[in-house]
């Protein structure tokens, strides 16, 4: 990759999650009490400017209906399959997250990534957030939910986690009465 590609790149991460830090529910299923629309609308026009969206899989089957350019993280294949020019799947254990946006026959100059669990902490773990929305509905608990990011249970441990990432929050905004967003950039 050329290195001002990277530079310039803006890679945006988005998340809702219950105010005891879950993003869906045992079943990792997303309850319509997790919802906010002025947070879906922020959201939605967000995917839209995107060049590329990393997203899970349950993610995918739930909202693959919109045309975007996507790209799934997936341990049921082996290295990548293009399924066509918008829809990417990829095994991390195979083939870096760097790795495959560089098979892109156009560079994205906008990757907006949208969960779950375990892709939050691959784009963590194997490339970078410039960005980070976190939406908490204060009013929401999720007991024995899926967690943001495995073993962050608490606001506190969030906060915590995301500074040892090189990020700060740079904004907070209620988006309704029970609906707090926190806007996480590379300090």
Partial sequence: MKKNNQQNLIVIGHAIISCDCCIADSNGNMPDG???????????????ESDLVILGRKSYE?????KRN?????????????ENSDLCFFNPSDISVKKIINLYNSYPKKIAVVGGQRVYKLVFDQFFYTQFCLSIKMNQF?????????GLNTIENIKKY????????Q???????????YIYSQS
Avoid at 171 to 181: A, C, F, P, V, Y
């Fill in 70 to 82: 996507r790209l799934i993280p997936t341990s049921k294949i082996r290295d990548y399959y293009f």
């Fill in 162 to 169: 995301m500074a040892e990432k090189g990020m700060q929050v």
């Fill in 34 to 48: 997790l919802l906010s629309v002025k947070d879906w609308e922020f959201f939605q026009k967000d995917l839209d």
């Fill in 171 to 181: 904004e907070e905004r209620k988006l309704d009465s029970e609906t707090i967003q």
């Fill in 62 to 66: 739930n909202f693959h209906q919109k």
């Fill in 142 to 150: 999720m007991r024995g939910g899926q967690s943001f990011v495995n």
